[in-house]
Every structure is written in structure tokens, then in C-alpha cells.
């Protein structure tokens, strides 16, 4: 076994050291009556040969030739290999948690590298070490913004991605918080009017999507206003963060806190996770804040370093008291974007931007060639929804050749009869032109 | 480049000072040479430096065509501009600060930091796993599901849990998940009852995961052999209680060998048993939960099956339960179909669910890591990791407990906590002794953990570390011990070899600063 | 664990000694922790340990039954037996005790120390050219021999010839290889000629190359401004001299302007004019060897294209030469015909050839990564890299040029040569000047090369370096200096951070210990 | 451009100070006419997506699917992924030759537990820290010899790998030294009466394979002791190195030089290079050694360590006189094969040398279940030349399905009839029973 040391000798004399006749006798303390009396019915030992072929041939299971036309909350884009490389330095990849700040100054240095980006991007004052992914950071904020205002009412726009609402809905349901959802228009972004008279003296929150779910740049100002109008917190929740290199950021644009993934930053699609979740808010908010926290202070020379600091906020001191019961977050996937976006940099940042955007314009065109409009009328980054008379089918039809083609949105909008034809696609960088004009053809057929 | 970092250019003096060999610790670390590296925001020039290669952006792609002027920003000022190599070296030089598992040593009670195989960095990045989107059509994603499934099986039998769903983040979101579960269940009975018995050597995610569902936490006394007895849980047990959360062994690494009796009072009552199963590496193939009393488990998947966490994360938890909870389990869940799978998504097929706690359907990365260990280890694999991690333990409790303090002489499991009452008189704290094993060569173990214990050093060792290795990290701890008579200030002013000194934790929280301004300063 | 490194254990002592922050150099360059490690031969168990994972050998595979038992051998018993863990830690452990590019400025005069890109590992690593093997079916083997032709081509274009072998293994290979060609084709005319001319300023390779090829090597003297003069070639030059070799530029990092002249002077008594491209990264996009009368010249891929040699290769020294060479190039050719690509691989296809350099193709693996630059640069990239190598050894060179003696005031191109002469007096060597940069957190540049400059400090920055890197290192380049005029003995000790002071060359060379024996000393 | 740091500015302020008007202005030693006035003919540049895009086009023209079916000189073997995670490490990958032991003394030690591994698989007293590839290495060894012995004839077996044969050839023209072939046996050994023929007291250098090129265990203690009687060096050429995993290194069977590769151990196929050269010898030739070497020693604080040594032999010392004009070697692939070596350390490597002798049976049986006999009689290792008829009809037949199915011996001894239908396979730990059963049956068609 490569990964256990022990020799028949060494055990027998760490056995005698320990006091015990045999390696069974260790587990004395458990009742007999609940221990296991046969070998765990899994499958036999693989050696390392064996394991690839096999995993190759699960692996092989899933098509992923092409970058796939489907975004709707994860996105396809290209992760420069260096970025990977720097990754799988052991010092990194092997280190835990930061408790220990003398010999964590790496990790502790990129975390507060991280934090500054956070800010930077979103335009908000402080961010926090990382959260499992952009949903569950949304349902943090909420609760905490039903904790800082003391208010039970969530409003959140049904633009805003399903499925992190469909995860609010299960943090709230225990606080017994009320979630009330706010319809869209017809240019796919929140109704205003709808918003200003459900939001009240009794509300929390308003969660809105920065681009939302159709890929549409909603009504962020609007709403943020609205929302301190009724001394609420605004939400902004962002899924693709390479927007942020052309739109302003939430914090920018008035918002109280700012949630969403940067899986988009150096982290793969990997089926969906992991990928760093990302939480930032404005100053006033810091103590009310979940996760972890990393600061700058002084060694005894006078050097500067970093520490992990107001941990009262958090479980292992705080206990039931804790603004979040999170512990372990998603520290390597944020090495991972902090690694990517130190390679984007302030240039490459905006070109990455104004490429998807631009790579966005041409699927649009395309499609239009193709005789598929838009289903929203609402501005857009890299993602739009299309009018493609059945989706399901489209879906389907392109899946036989191997292509991933869309998000058809009567998946999430049942009951929305203008949703039946919608197709949500996206573009990026990894979208070559004539990928593009190729999949508006086939959308076709 | 300027000097950010606080440090004093000094060559002339210093290395006119006299030449020596450094001290060498018994984990053999010495001296070497390292870089004092300023932040990114601090690095790079003010012009068009670029890092990445990218293709241009079509000529007359007129933003302002579509997008309100009044949202779009220019590049952001504060980024840095760097080029690649900067970049290498930025990171190439802040990991060489860092200890991680490869670098030692890790015993960091609790945390089960056990070697991550290289073998699986390959397998998880196979481009059918690395590149499948979360929302391919799923004739398209059978690989993805035909692993997901074959682990969740395999989690199922190794806890002895009738099923288990992968999709939890991590352990605290695996009790979130638990505790969802078992309110949901109460709901569906008629009253999602008040409180939560939880012992006092429970991990902080258990209260606060409990308040986070709304529950009132009731704490409950360990007894003098550090388990939780029948006794104190019968006193506490009543019809509003709606579960106990147990870990087991706990965090004393000791076996709460009456698991099963306590089970039996809280299921009288109508209360479930909740295992926070973070310490299950002391259990694998020798003893499963499932077979205990409990009713539903959280894995702490980056612990007990070596998925990479560097820096804090990701982890993975997911959640086994009986046939009782299953229907409540979150969304998605994984069917098969002869051999095809798929995933049901929705409410409508299972009604009872909880609902979905990602966005999609888990650390899937992680799944790839911990499927392969599981088929590497097979049967007996697994049960040796669970037999060698407790003797690892064992041996080191045997080696130290004439000097250290051991709270408890109930049998160990996995790890094994001392205390620094033997050194009190000197002054030095468990703090100290951790400062200073780091000039040894070493990771700490982790410190003031249990809470009921003052002054707690909570060393796990975990099956992947060898005699000879343990025989030295002994030895760093025994020296450490003899130098608290003869030089407790030389304990107190560790750690003396890392790029740091020891930090001021309170001057940060005092003043936060928690991330890179202009001009920024630290005072 | 013994102390086989020899180092005190002397925790107390040191720990006892006034803590204070280490000097910092003008590199960043300051003391971490660093770990000492023993040889693999001194680690790991007497027991079964093993560090891979294999398939089981079929029971009764008898070896004795088929194999002569004389000959079989059982296990090493010298080898360690250790376990995959032990192993990563080993090699992290001791690749911290490095300095690559990754880790800083490197600027090694003449070996061209670029950045290497880590795209390229990713794309060499691609199956279709990592697992391809060596006598796979051409038809199975088109991407590889597509890639070495177009490499092939680009190749022959930046350096001006008509076709260009890829074969050699490096630039000393390629140099043997050019000269075996000169020695072929003098040969086809019925005389292989005895003498080779060679400039004092030359790599010792040349002279060996030459010797090697049964040549006498005949030396010239440089001229005053550092460059050979077309009198002391004519001077030497007969009909019993089959070629010249030349660096171009030289290996002072001076254009050898009379370059066409004495070519012609070689050309006019039937001599061939050689190559050593070592240095063409100073004339990437801005000159080619081809348009100046040289007949064959030799790349140094790993140099000038980037390719990774850690640790002292591997290398890649393709060869370029004039249609009247070409006849003699070693095999295999890759040869074209319409899409499909073949490998010429016999001599009765090309009955001038001077046959096999290599038992297959070339260093395949490095192609990729040589032609993946190549594609990214294009045009405009290949001559930015000449011109901006170019502009850092002349910004090097005029802010260190007042405190360290120029022995040329030529122009320089890619690299600039300094001496210790100003230093003298005080008894500093320009080997003391590099090892004390190791404390300021640089790699020294080359020392004592080229030979006919006393104490020669070789700086060649490369174009991947930037403006601020560079003027740290002058920083660190003029206190040094300023420390030898305060304190030379300072200097003299240099280094003090590094995990070894200076290392006694002597002692080694006096008894060699060369391997590992069980119970190996050192004295 | 990423690897590109300069910004404009920074080009003026640096031309400014280098007292340059331009950067054409630095070329101004460069007399004009040598000039190129145009940009280089080579294709445009190409972003990192578009970069990988046309790799992998030409990548996919090799078919790689199936571990190969032939060796002759170049092994398929399994090369764990944590070779290759420690091989990348920035500070072993981006060193250079360890001019500055200080700052070396990873590479240092690196190297001097390569050597010993080297010396420990040859049974040999000291060997250098890597050569070209095993073909040169065996050439400079015949060198070596006629340095030493003063003598210019080496005698080598046609059984000995014949690219070697080659290169041995391209290397001795110049020198014109001799060489001689003597030829092998039904049993595929060399014919030692022969031998005993050729070797005499002109004569420098014995060279033998083993196992030789038809994967036979050649006769080297026979071929050693006739060298040894006439006063010659005996050199032994191993290409398949995990074969002294099961036999004794040719120093314990009397050979004074053992040359040959490593590439089987850590170093994958990359269509033959780069591989790690070995060369190993008697303590007594020590200074005829080309090549570098590293030694042990100790800093001036006692504390021992490790430097390049005896340069005197080399040619940046010794110019024209050195024993080798070698100077970069193979110290990456070198490092990798250390890496793998540790791994497998004393119980791996027999276990894996057993298992490529137990699959070279299980290839033997099946082949011969499909009715194809042993070429020779001699005993073999993990590759032998099969009887199959038309050797390059099979080759055709099998590349149509994707497999590489042998080495047809006709086309390295084309006058030699008995080679007419000889096909040389080989079987590792990659080939499993299926595969070679599969193979078996698809040779038989
Ligand atoms: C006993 C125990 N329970 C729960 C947790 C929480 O698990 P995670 O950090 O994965 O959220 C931990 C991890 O520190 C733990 O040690
Ligand atoms: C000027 C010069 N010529 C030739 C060589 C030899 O090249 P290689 O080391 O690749 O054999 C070198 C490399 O050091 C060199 O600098």
C-alpha cells in the first residue's frame, strides 16, 4: 500500500509500545456488539494501472468535445495552464486551514489578495476569505440581513438564478423568514413597480441578479434605491464575474452587499463544483459578516504579515451565537481565481471582458441569421435567452451530435407561457466565430 | 522596489556579524534562504503589461451600442499589470512561507490532514471530468452520474446507512443538511419540536448549525472519562428535543461507548440521533455508524478520503441516512435506470425533500478524488486506514504521556489530546510548545481545542504518517518539554526560523485592515 | 532519523540567542525555514515499504524456469523501500534548496536563461505527442512528423539556410554534428583537410568538437575591441584548414562585424565558416547567420526557444546549412509529400549523409515547446525578443559600468561582460561578487568565461526580465561594491543565507565521493 | 504579449540610459548590409486558445490510443502522476546546470542520488550524471576505450541495438577508428567463437547488448572475460532498464562500462526524446569519464553537501584536450527517472521487474496459442521477435486499427533471410492479459 508506511515490524513494536496485543485490541472501546464483523462489501482493490483505465473509461461516459452553449450559472472559460501549475505547489495544495499564521504567510498573503480583488471587482469595502459557492453566499446574506435589520421579509427577483433560490428558500425555511419573489418584464429585467410595492417597513432584503439569470444587466440602481428607501439591504448576485470587467460593481452602483461565484476566474466547470463563492459588503456590515477574515498586522521584528482576525464572529468561538456555521470554505479554488486574475490584471481584465461581450454580440447575430431572436429586449454581457420555438428539442437534437446548446428556460418558468420557446446560450472567449456561426446553423438544423 | 513589507535592507551590518551553522530541529529544519514578496497590488507597472494571451477583440465592437453608459466602468485603476513570470514568482515565492502536508508533518487534531495522492490531481483533471458542465444534457453526462452514483453507494455501505447525498459543500453544510432533515421530518409528523442536546466537546459547526435551523441548544456535561453518559442525556431528553448531535469517536478522540443506550433514550422520546462523522478515518471497516443508533451522518469527504482543502477548502459533505430520513434528502438525487442514470431535480418526484442546497449538484471534483482512493483501498484498504490511523494515535500517546498531560486515560481512538498543566508553573502555554514545534520542523497540533479542555494540544497523526516520523515529531515534543525547565523564554520567543516572527493578533483586530488600499498601512 | 548531513542539533543554544529580523537583499532575499534531508539511500524501512501501486504478478510466473539462474538477481538490497509520501516530501523538501528562474533573476551569461512558459508543459503533455512512440506506423505517426517539419521550416527561416536538422541532442551535439558535415563534405571533394580555426573567445565546446572530429584546433587572438580581425584569420588561414568557428555574437556579447569579410577570406581557400548559434537570441527577427557567409550553424533550442533543462538539460541543438550542405545532414529527414509526412531514415536515400546522431529522431518533446513559441510569437514577437534581450544587457550595462571594469567598450548585444579589476586592491574575486548576490536574492551571472577576460562577470538578463527586476539587481550589483570598499571580510563570507555556505570544492575533487555506499563518509 | 514585461515607457527611460535612440539604434554594431529588412516568413502569432486549438489538431494525428506493441529501444511503461507533479516544481524545473552549488544543492543532491541509483542497477563503482540518450553514450564509451586502451578496433555485436550501431559508426568515422560486427546465434546471442575471432590485441572495446536488440539475455559474462583476456574494455548496453530489476548489473558479470537509457524509468515515449543517457564504470576509468559529475563535500560549517567535481575533464576546462565535448546532458529526465526509482525503491523495482517478464511470457503463450514461434531460442526478458509470416503486412494490418504492433527485424537486417518474417513485440505492466490476448488474435488476423 503506497500510502501507508507500516511494516508488519513497525507494528508490532508500535503495538507493544502502545500497550495492545494486536491492531483489533486498539479498538477495545468500542462494544463489541457494534463493530463490523465483515469486510465492507466494496469493490477490491484497484492498483494505479487499473484505476485509470477505469476512470478513463467513466471519464469517456461524458461528451465534452465542445465548450458548451450552456452558461446559466457555470461558464465555460479557458484557465491559462500556469495557473494550475501554481495551484499544485504542495506548500499550497496541502495546507489547511491558516491557524498557524507563522507558517501560512502564503496562503494567509493570497487570501488577503483575494479579499482585494473581491472589493476591487465588486466596488464593495471588504470580503470575506470564501464561501462554498454563489447560492449558499446568497442565502448567507439574506439571513444576515434579516440578522442586521432585525426584519423577517425577503424580496428577491425572479430574474434572480433559480437555483439560488431554490437554496434560499432552504436556509430560510427554518428561520420561518418569508420569501416573497418579484416577476420581470418583458425586457427580462425586475418590474420596478412590482418590487417598490412589495418592498416595505417589514423588509430585510432585496436580492436582485448583476447580470441576472437571462443574462440581462438588471436594474441594480433602481432597485438599490428602492431597497434603503425602506431601510432594507440591497443584494446583488453575480454568476459571471468577467461582467464585473465591464460593468460597474455592485458597490459601485449602490448595492449594501454583493454575492456570487468566481468560478469564471481560474476554476473549471468540474460539473458544477468546487468553485469560489465569493461575499462582500460595505463596511458597516463587517461584524455582521459569515466566513472567515483575513487581516494585516506585525510580527515582533516589525514585518509586516497576515492573520486570520475577528474570529468572534465565528462557530468555534461563538458557538450557537455565530453569524454562520461555515468552517471550511473554498480556500484553493480562490487561490485558483486570485492566481487567474493576478494573470488577467487590470488590462487583460477588460479585454477578457469586452471579448465576451463582443463574443456575445456575435452569437446574437448569428442566430438572428439563423432566424432566432431574442427573447428579452433587455441589455446583455455574454449570455441571452432565444426565441427557438421548442427548446427541449433543440436541446435534444444537438445533444445527439454532441453539443451542449442551451438552458430552455420553461425548466425554471413552468408556468411563464413566454418562456416555452426560451433558449439561454452563452459565449466566451472560448466561442470562436465560426463555433458560433456552426451552432446557430444547427440550432436551425 | 519599495519596501511594503516593513523589512530593513541591512546587509552590511548582518553580514558582518559572525557566521554560524543555524539550530537544527529534531523534524531536521534549519535556515534557508527566502523572499520577502510585496502584495500583487503592490507589484507590476502602470502601462499595458499583460499576463495572459488572449484573442483580440473584434475591431467595432462599439460597446456603447448596447450596454447603458452609465454602468460600464474602464479597466480598474488598483488592478495590477503583470506578465506572466511576475505572476510565477509572486506564487512560486509566497508557497515557499507556507507548510503544508507535503512540506511534514501536519498533526492538526481534528482535521484528519492525511496525505492527498497525486493520482487523483490526474484523475479529477481527465477532460470528461474537468470540462463537464454542470447542466450538459445527461446522455452526455453518464460519466459524471455513474460515479456519483457508484460513490454514493460506496459512502452508504462504508457508514452503513441505507443512502446518502453528495451534495453538501462541506462538514458544517453536511449538518445543516442533517438538521434540515431532521426538522423536516419532525414537520412532517406535526411539530418540528425546540431544542438540540449537543456535549460539550461537540465542534462549534454543531451548536451553530442548530441555531442556524432555529433550535435552542441545550449543552451537555461529558463525564470524568470524557464520554457522554445515559445519565445526562436522560435528564436532558424530552419530547421538544428533536435531536442529539453526537460525534463519535469524539473529540477527545475517545469512543462514546454508549452510543447505543443513549440512541435508545433519545428514539424513546421521539428524538433522532445526529453523527457529525468528521472523525470517521478511526472508524473505517472496523465499526459504522449506521449500526449504532444513529439516523443520519455527515462524511467530512476532504478529511477522511484525502480530497485536496489547501488554504481552508473546498471539502465535501455528504450526508448518509436511514430509510426513515431518506425522503427527505436533498435535491438532486441520483437514479439509475438499468445502465443509465440520471438525476431527478425536482420536488414534484420527491416531495418530502428538503430542497436543494447548491446551485448544483456538489463538489463533483471532490467526488472523482474520493471515489478513486475508495477503489484504490478496496475492503481492506479502508480497514487498515481506520486501524493505522488509531495505532499512529496510540503510539504517540504512549510516548508522551510521562510528560505531558493527558486529561483523559480513557482509551484513544485517532488522536489523542494532552494539556500544558505540567508546564504551568513555568508559564509557558500550549501556544508556546506549538510556536516552538515549528522550529523543530513541525505543524502544530491543534490548540485550545476541545474547549473542556484547558489548555488542549489535540494531536492526530492519520495512517499516512510513518514510525520514523513520529518517532521524531516525539522527540521535538520531548525536547520542547526539557527546555521549558531549562529555557522557558527561548519556548516563549518561538517560532525563530520562519519568514515570521510571532504575529500580533490583536493589533489586527483591533485595527482591521482587511485588504490592500492605496498607500495602504499597517500601525 | 541519524544525522547524516552533519549538522548540530543545538535547539537550545541558538533558541537561547538574541531573536532578531534578518538582513533582506536588494532581491527580497531574507531566512525562512528550510529542512535539512537526508540521501533516499538513508531513509525508509527495512521492510515492504513501496511507493507505487502495481498489478500482482500471476502466481506461478517460475522466473528460474526460463531465465539463467546465474543472472538473476534478487532484490537491491541498497535500495531504500519507501512510501509515496516519503517521497514527495524528499524532493519538495529538497527543491527548496534551488534558485530556477521561477524562484528569480537568473542571469547566467551565455545559457539564455528565459522564462519557460508553462503552456508548453501542458502541450507537450498531450497524449498524441507524449505517448507517441519512437517506430510508430507513420501513418499512425502524422502530428509528430507534421510538427517537425514545419519546426523545421520556421527554423531555417530565422537563421537564413536552406534546411535544418533537428536530430541533435544539443548544442554540443549540433556542433559535432556541423562539424562532421564540414569534415563530409571537404571529404566528398577528397580531403577532410586537419586544422579547425577557433577565437580565444570561444566556448570550450568548440575547441572539443573539433578535436573530437580529429582536428587540430588552431586559436586566434581576438583584436583590442574584443572581436576577431579579418588579419588574424587570413594570417591563419590555408588550404589545410577545413573551417572556422564562430560565435556570433561572440561570447563577450560583441557583434563580429568583420563577419562577411572573413568569411570570405575562409570561403576564398576552400574553408566552410561555422556557426555557434548559442547566442542567437540577440539577432531573433534582426539578422540570420545565413545572410552573413556562414555556412552551418547550430541552435541551442533549450536556450534560445525556451525549453525546460532543470538541472542541467536536456537540450536541443537542431542544425541549419546552405544548399551545399545539405547532401550531408544526419538522418532521419522529414520529408513531405502533399499532406502526408515521411521520415527519410536510410542511407541509400541519402548516400551523403553522415548518418545517426541519435537512436531516434531528436528531443521530440522539446519541438513541441520550441515550435508552441515559435507560434505564439510570430513575426513580430521573434524580433521583440531580439531587440528587448538586446535593450536589457545595454540598461545593465550602463548603470553598472562606472563601478565595475568593462574590458571592452564595444557595443554590446544580449550580454555584457564585466571584471573584477576594480576590485583587486581589496582582495574580492568576482567569485566573491557572485556568492554574495546569492544573499541579496540573485543567481550570479557566469564566472570566468569567457577565459581571455580575468575574473569575467558574465551578465545575460534575457528579454523576459523587467525593468524593475533589473534594477533591483543593479542595486544589489553596487552594494556590493560599496561593501567591498567597507567591508571586504563581509563579502568574503558571502553566502550566509543559503541552507550551505560555500562549499569546499576542493576536499571533493581531492576524494571524490561520487555515490552512495552504505556508511559513506565525507572527510 | 505575456512574456514580453516592457511597457513603452519603460523602453524609452531604458534606450535613454543605454544613451540609444532606438531599439534599431542598439543594432548599430551590426554593419547593415547583414541586416534583415523584412519581417521573418514564419506563421502569425497566435493567442493561447487558438495555440492549443492547432496543437491538438496535430497532436490527434498520432495515434495513441493503445499502448504500443513495440520497444526496440524505447519502452511503454506506466509513469505515476507524482513524477511529473515533482518534476514541475519551479525550482528543480527552471535550474540550470549547478554552476552555484549554493543555490544548487537540490539539483546537487538530486543528481548524486542518481548516480547512485545508476551505479546500484549496474553493479558499477561511479556513474556520471547523465548522457544524450543511450545510443551517444554508448559511442562516447567506445571513445573512452581507445583513450584508454590506446588501441583504435572495437568490436560490437550485430545483436546490439543497430541505430546504436549507427551512431557508433557517425561517431568513430572521424576518428577512423574500426569497427567491427560480429554476428549472433539461432539462440539470438552473440556467437562468442566469433568474438573470440575478432577480439585481439588491437582491439579497445567489446560492446554487447543486454538484453540486446531481439530482447535476449546476451551472453556478457562470456563476451567480458574474452575482452578481459585481450586487454580490452567489455561495454554493456542495456536500453530496457527495468530488466536489472531481475538480473544482475553487468559489473557484477565483469563488464568494465554499462551504457544505455533510463527512459523506462519516469521518462515517458515523447516519440524518443528526451530520455536519460546513463554511463557507469569502474572505479579504475574514473577520469576517462565524459560527462559531469557530482560530489559530496562539506561547507565550511562542517555540514556536508554536495558540487559538480573533477571538471578538469570536461570542456569548458580542458578545451580541446577534454574526454568529451559534452556539456548540457539530460538532467530533467535524469530527476524523473530518480523520482520514479525512489517510488519503486528495492520492493518496486523487482515487483515491477518480475511483472514485465510475467507479461513477456503471458505475450510468448498467447502468440503462441495463435501459432506464431520465438524467432530465437534465447532466453528473454519482456520483448522477443516473433515467426509471423510477413512482419510488415502485419505492421500495415494492425496501424489500420490503431495499433503499433512490432518492429519487423528485416528492416535493420535486411540480408540476414531468417529475419524475413521475425517481429520484434515487447509486453509491460501496461499490457494487460485482454490486450494481449486481443493482440495475439489480431496478428493472426
Ligand atoms: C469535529 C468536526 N465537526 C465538524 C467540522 C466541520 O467540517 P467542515 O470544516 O468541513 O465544515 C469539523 C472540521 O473542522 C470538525 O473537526
Ligand atoms: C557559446 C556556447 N556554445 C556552445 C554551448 C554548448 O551548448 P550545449 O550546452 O547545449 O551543449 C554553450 C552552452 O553552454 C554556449 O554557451
Known sequence: MRYHPHTPDEIRDMLAAAGATSLDDLFRSIPDALKLKRPLDVAPALDEISLFAELRRIAARNATEHPPFVGAGAYPHHVPPVVDQLLLRGEFFTAYTPYQPEVAQGTLQALFEWQTFVCLLTGMDVANASMYDGASSTAEAALMATRATGRSKVVVSAAVHPEYRRVLRTYLAAMRDEVVVVPYGADGRTDLTALEREVDGRTAAVIIGYPNFFGVVDALPEAARIAKKAGALSIAVTSEAVALGL??????????????TFQSFGNGLQYGGPAPGFFAARESILRQMPG????????????????????????????????????????????????????LGRNGLAHLARLNHARGRELRAAMERAGFGLRFSGPTFNEMAFEVGDAEAVVSRLAQRGIAAGAPLARWYPDDPRMKGALLCVATELHTPELIELFARSVRG | MANPTGWKPSMEKAAAAPAEAPEVGAGGATRGLAYEEPLLFERGSAGERMGVSLPPVQAGADLASDLPSELLRGPIAELPALFELEVVRHFTRLSAWNYGIDTGFYPLGSCTMKYNPKSSEALARLPGFANAHPLLPEELAQGSLELMWKLERALSEISGFAATTLTPAAGAQGELCGVMMIRAYHLSRGNARRKVLIPDTAHGTNPATSALNGYEVVQLASGPDGRLHPEAVRAAMDED???????????????????????????????????????????????????MGFDVMQFNLHKTFATPHGGGGPGSGPVAVTEAL???????????????????????????SIGKLREFHGNFGMFVRAYALIREYGPEGLRATGQLAVLNANYVRAKLKDVYHLPFETDSLHEVVFTDKALKPSGVTTMDVAKRLIDHGFHPPTVYFPLVVPGALMIEPTETESKETIDRFVTAMRDVADQVKTDPEGVKAAPEKPVRARLDETRAARKPVLRWRPGMKVD
Do not use: W
Not at chain 1, 251 to 258: F, I, M, P, R, T
Not at chain 2, 255 to 274: D, N, Q, R, T
Open chain 1, 292 to 343: 472567515r477574515l483575513c487581516g494585516a498586522t506585525r510580527d515582533k521584528h516589525g514585518r509586516r504579515g497576515f492573520v486570520l482576525t475577528l474570529s468572534t464572529r465565528e462557530q468555534h468561538i461563538r458557538r450557537e451565537k455565530a453569524t454562520s456555521n461555515i468552517c471550511t470554505n473554498a480556500g484553493l479554488c480562490a487561490l485558483a481565481s486570485t492566481i487567474h486574475l493576478a494573470l
Open chain 1, 247 to 260: 460593468l460597474k460593481g455592485p458597490g459601485e452602483l449602490g448595492a449594501d452587499v454583493a454575492t456570487g
Open chain 2, 326 to 352: 431518506a425522503p427527505f434528502l436533498p435535491l438532486p438525487v441520483v437514479a439509475r435506470e438499468g445502465e443509465r442514470f440520471r438525476l431527478v431535480q425536482s420536488e414534484r418526484e420527491r416531495p418530502q
Open chain 2, 241 to 291: 428535543v428533536a435531536a442529539i448531535m453526537i460525534t463519535n469517536p469524539n473529540t477527545l478522540g475517545i469512543f462514546e461507548s454508549h452510543i447505543a443506550e443513549i440512541a435508545e433514550i433519545v428514539h424513546a422520546k421521539g428524538g433522532l440521533v445526529y453523527g457529525d462523522g468528521a472523525n470517521l478515518n478511526a472508524l473505517l471497516g472496523v465499526a459504522r455508524p449506521g449500526d
